[in-house]
Nanobody, 124 residues
Framework: QVQLVESGGGLVQAGGSLRLSCAASGRTISGYGLGWFRQAPGKEREVVAAISGNGKTTYYVRSAKGRFTISRDNAKNTVYLQMNSLTPEDTAIYYC?????????????????WGQGTQVTVSS
């Protein structure tokens, strides 16, 4: 069993930055794919970024490219999402997720474990 706990969300003005963290326990994240998803009110959950098990390959949704960076620290059993140049459209609950495979996955249904989410609110 894996527990994932997100932190780092909050209220920020447009143009600002936030760094989300997701700490895993119960199992090492080493070798497993990880993803960050978000869900805004009335919208479906969408992938924001994902990283492969070896950390060498990343994926970003188009709206996040050039602004967000996903990274992982296997020694700390933690995955991060650095978010810069935030806009009100980035307002959502952000979730981290782990898939028990080394590949990048972009579909929520492919992930095996989820965190409880952290709220990100960007004011204009």
């Amino acid at each position: 069993q894996v527990q994932l706990v997100e932190s780092g969300g909050g209220l920020v003005q447009a143009g600002g930055s936030l760094r989300l963290s997701c700490a895993a326990s119960g199992r090492t994240i080493s070798g497993y794919g990880l993803g960050w998803f978000r869900q805004a009110p009335g919208k479906e959950r969408e992938v924001v970024a994902a990283i492969s098990g070896n950390g060498k390959t990343t994926y970003y949704v188009r709206s996040a490219k050039g602004r967000f960076t996903i990274s992982r620290d296997n020694a700390k059993n933690t995955v991060y999402l650095q978010m810069n140049s935030l806009t009100p459209e980035d307002t959502a609950i952000y979730y981290c997720a782990l898939v028990l495979r080394p590949l990048i996955k972009t579909a929520a249904g492919d992930y095996d474990y989820w965190g409880q989410g952290t709220q990100v609110t960007v004011s204009s």
